[in-house]
């Protein structure tokens, strides 16, 4: 007797969809497991309806309306492992940059009527609404990641993902550290490994699109970065982006920029940079 395929579903809540479009970029990588699962609703590639149970729940984007917060304790319920990918899922995204003002400060800003627009005050992670079960953090999260993480499960084992800093990653890479040598505020010190350190090759800083590392002390880099006279907007800024509302990062500073603020183009917060 043939045995039951894995079910795998793809979910989306406030988010730019590019965690999804991370899992169709997997391509050959995917086509390696494709036969040993059914994706069994996955809007971003196929048409099929909600129904059933789920062995495996992918959810990406934040709770950022009531709506919301009753889909996902639906997917939670239907759903025997979920996981959380993005930074919008793990830590409520850009769009939690309202979540340090008021919201209908935007709303006015963006809406011609905006009496009709329902929206939570704040855009929330996942986790703070149902279990979770595991996290994949990026923004957008990491192909690798998702193809190790469902392997991984099909192989009944942990994924093995990273949580060093990114900083173990330029001593690997032979990376001259940007805030040493060139006095440049970088966030690697703090940031989860993941990215394939992308900004640091390019002579750019971190500015955590990973989130922040296990057991890491941010307010400590922020208080040496300030003695070495970074000025305070400079850090809010490097803060205030993909996990601004992540434990240690909210904490660390004073509050969200009025110059981001300013740039902001509506609830979601997805302003320029």
């Known amino acids: 007797m043939a045995t039951k395929k894995p079910r795998i579903g793809v979910f989306k809540f406030a988010s730019c969809d590019g965690c999804q479009l ?14 040993a699962v059914e994706i069994g609703y996955f809007l971003e590639a196929t048409r099929k309806p909600l129904t059933g149970e789920f062995d495996i729940a992918l ?7 009531p709506e919301q917060i009753e889909q ?10 979920l996981v959380t990918i993005g930074a919008c899922a793990t830590a409520g995204g850009i769009q939690a940059l309202r979540n340090f003002a008021d919201v209908r400060e935007f709303l006015s800003a963006v809406y011609a009527s905006p009496e009709y627009i329902d929206t939570l005050k704040t855009s929330t992670p996942i986790a703070d609404h149902v279990r979770v079960d595991f996290e994949l953090r990026g923004c957008p999260v ?3 990641h998702l193809v190790e993480l469902i392997s991984a499960t099909l192989a009944g084992r942990r994924p093995n993902i990273p949580r060093h800093s990114v900083c173990i990653d330029c001593k690997r890479l032979g990376l001259t550290c940007l805030p040493v040598a060139y006095g440049i505020p970088c966030l690697g010190p703090i940031t989860q490994s993941g990215c394939g350190v992308i900004c640091p090759s390019y002579h750019r800083g971190c500015y955590g ?10 307010q400590g880099l922020v208080r040496a970065y300030q003695s070495a006279g970074v000025p305070e907007e400079t850090l809010d800024l490097l803060l205030h982006t ?15 920029p009025e110059e981001l603020l300013s ?6 917060g997805s302003g320029e940079r």
């Open 22 to 35: 991370s899992l169709l970029d997997c391509e050959d990588e995917l086509l390696a497991i494709a036969d």
């Open 59 to 65: 959810v990406e984007g934040s709770i950022s309306t």
């Open 72 to 81: 996902i304790h639906d997917i939670r319920n239907r759903s025997r492992m």
């Open 142 to 144: 990491s192909k690798h």
């Open 209 to 218: 699109c990973f989130g922040p590392a296990h057991r890491t002390n941010v």
């Open 242 to 256: 993909f996990n601004a509302w992540a434990p240690g990062f909210r904490e660390s500073t004073r509050s969200v």
């Open 263 to 268: 740039r902001s183009t509506g609830p979601g």
